[in-house]
């Protein structure tokens, strides 16, 4: 059995209007790897960071972070070897039927992104570990939970027992960290014009998909 990977991270907002400080797009990142090592790597250029009087919070949070840590954590990005995936959805191009609840549009852009990934991603494994972060409270996060867990049955196109999901705050697990730094790159380049950061990073963008891009109706 060959196991891969599979790190999630979101950015943007379930509210579809176009008030101040929403977003324009939902963004979903994945970062696949085929081991873990990247993670630890980080853990350790914290600790080295912390040596060298760089002050870094608990965890690496790229929206938190200051722009010294920054410029660490991407260089260190650059710098390895990961697969990263993005979807993003101009969310005033969504159809009513999509965005019905915030479940419903959290599953459609997860299936629309699994679907076109999870082949590349599998093509040289059996098994597959899908860590997501969470977001919301206990009793919203059973409901996105529920929405990734039938969009995996839906796509990974293999036994039940050869999958798993998991989903816990990105401070629990470094990897997810670097899914937030590449979601968040990705996030400024797409919101504000910003690519400082995604051009360290965009090398490691296997696909950056924008799936409404043929479409012209706006609903707000």
Same mark, same amino acid.
């Given at each position: ?8 991270? +979101? ?25 873990? %090592? ?7 250029? *914290? ?7 760089? +002050?870094?919070? +608990? ?24 697969? =990263? ?6 969310? =005033? ?5 999509? *965005?019905?609840?915030? =479940? ?20 040289? =494994? ?10 919301? !409270? ?16 839906? !796509?990974? %196109? ?18 997810? %960290? ?5 979601? /968040?790159?990705? %996030?400024?380049? /797409? +919101? ?24 012209? !109706?706006?609903?707000?």
């Amino acid at each position: 059995m060959t196991r891969k990977y599979l790190f999630a991270d +979101e950015a943007g907002d379930f509210n579809f209007s176009s008030a101040p400080n929403v977003s324009k797009y939902f963004i979903l990142c994945t970062v696949a790897l085929t081991d873990c %090592q990247h993670g630890a790597k980080l853990l350790d250029l *914290r600790r080295d960071m912390i040596w060298r009087d760089i +002050e870094a919070l +608990e965890f690496f949070h790229a929206t938190k972070d200051k722009q010294a840590v920054r410029d660490e954590v991407y260089t260190f990005l650059g710098n390895v070897d990961f697969r =990263a995936d993005v979807t993003i959805l101009e969310k =005033a191009k969504a159809q009513p039927q999509t *965005r019905t609840d915030d =479940a419903t549009f959290y599953k459609y852009a997860w299936y629309y992104h699994l679907k076109h990934v999870a082949p590349h991603v599998m093509r040289d =494994a059996t098994e597959l570990m899908l860590t997501t972060a969470s977001i919301g !409270t206990k009793k919203g996060q059973a409901i996105f939970t529920a929405a990734v867990n039938d969009v995996a049955q839906q !796509t990974l %196109q293999l036994p039940r027992a050869q999958w798993k999901t998991t989903f816990t705050q990105s401070m629990a697990d470094p990897c997810l %960290q670097i899914a937030d730094y590449v979601t /968040w790159a990705v %996030q400024r380049k /797409w +919101e504000r014009g910003d690519a400082r950061s995604y051009d360290l990073i965009s090398a490691k963008l296997s696909t950056e998909y924008d799936l409404w891009r043929r479409g012209t !109706t706006r609903y707000y």
